[in-house]
Structures are given as C-alpha cells and as structure tokens.
C-alpha cells in the first residue's frame, strides 16, 4: 500500500448493519495504512448527490465533502472528430506494449495533480486493466503532437451491459500540450470507435475540482451531465 489514501464503500440494507460496516470499514482503513508504515489515513467514499440517508451517516462520522464527480453522457449520432494540425491519433492493441507504456507514461504525469491521485508503475497500470472482464486495450488511443507522445484516451466496456455504451476510463494530455484541442480530438475518436462498434452512446465521469477546465471540454464535444456524485473525506492519524 504505497498511498496512505483508501476508498471506503458501505452498503446495507438496515441502520444498524450499516452502523456496524461503518465501523469495520474505518478501522480496516487505519490498520492498512499503519501496516504499511503511514502517518495517517485519508478515507474517501463516494456519496449519490440524493442519498441523504448516507450523507448523514458520513458526517456523523466525521466526514466531510472533498470534491463531486459528474457521469456524462453524449449519445449518438456524435459530431465528426475534429483534426489538429500537425497531431496524429494511433489505436492500442493487445500486444503493442510501447503504446502502452507510452500512454502509461501521460497518464501518470497528466493526473499527477487530479484528486485522489495515487503513482502506479507500468506493471500495476497494465495489471489492474488485464485483470478487468471490461478491459480492451483496442481501445488505447494515443495523439502526438510534431511527433511527440502529446495525449492518451482509455476507454473499457463497463457500461455495455447496463447502458450499452462505451466508457472512457481516462483521457489525460500532458500539461506542455494542454489548450490545442488534444482532448477534443480523442474524444471525437472515441465517439466514432463506439458507434462503430454498435453503441449507443459514450459515458464518462468528471472530477468538478479538477485542476484542468475538464467539464467544459466534455460539454463543449457534445456531452451532458446526467449524475453527480460527491466524494467525502475524513483524514485521521493511525500512530
């Protein structure tokens, strides 16, 4: 456990069995980052805008809100991509590992400053998408600018089931790049790719605090707010 950060999640059916999970779920959080030689703990769980019932049990505890994520949605027909000048979009597979370890590569520094951002080394990145039934490196896009690894979109089939659409997992464009329309144009490509492939939309989630206008680019290729969850955070010492 390299991050003194744990995402928590509680869900029961009566108070009382959530009162009990409420309490496992914290000390388990304390003793992981102790095991681990932390100073403290941050605790995070995600709270539905309108489940007042949780949002109460949070703060009672201590909690307080940190930031909101937003689910958006575009559905198709999407607009065409757009182009920028100079910048050429290349399509992951499952056996192109330098695409991936390049796309690793943005993604850690284009996150770097995001809420609840926690380093992963390549292995780690790679694994946790193997080990997803969703994941789909077919869906790996990476823009370079002049030639240069410039941007990265994720996208994974985690919303096939319920919504029939696609999902982009993370879109990051290094900050020397940031402001040339590269986010933009992944999107549009990402668009194109699940309409292509029979979906009937694309689905995101956006961090309202990030430190990069995101929301508004998301807004501005076409998507729409269709759920807001906010996260709340507790930060406890563990000695």
Known sequence: MDSDNV?????????????????????????????????????????????????????????????????????FPAPAPVSVPGTTVETGSPHD???????????????????????????????????????DWNQLLVARAGGEPAAM???TNHFVEDDDCGYVRSLAVLPRFRGRGLGKLLLGHAFAA??????????????????????GLYLSAGMRPVLAIDVWRKVVGVS
Request: glycine share 8%.
């Open 97 to 135: 590992e330098e695409l991936k370890r390049t796309a690793h590569g943005i993604q850690q520094e284009g996150f770097a400053q995001h809420f609840g951002f926690v380093p992963r080394t390549f292995e780690e990145w790679a694994e946790a998408m193997e080990r997803s039934s969703a994941g």
């Open 7 to 75: 995402e928590l999640d509680v869900r029961a059916r009566t108070p009382q069995a959530g009162a009990l999970l409420w309490d496992a779920v914290t000390e388990r959080a304390r003793r992981l980052a102790s095991e681990a030689g932390h100073a403290q703990v941050r605790m995070d769980i995600a709270v539905h805008e309108r489940d007042a019932a949780m949002r109460a049990a949070a703060s009672e505890r201590g909690f307080a809100p940190a930031t909101s994520f937003h689910r958006m949605r575009i559905d």
């Open 153 to 155: 979109l994720l996208g």
């Open 194 to 215: 699940d309409e292509r492939r029979g979906r009937v939309g694309t689905i995101l989630h956006v961090d309202s605090n990030n430190t990069t206008p995101a929301l």
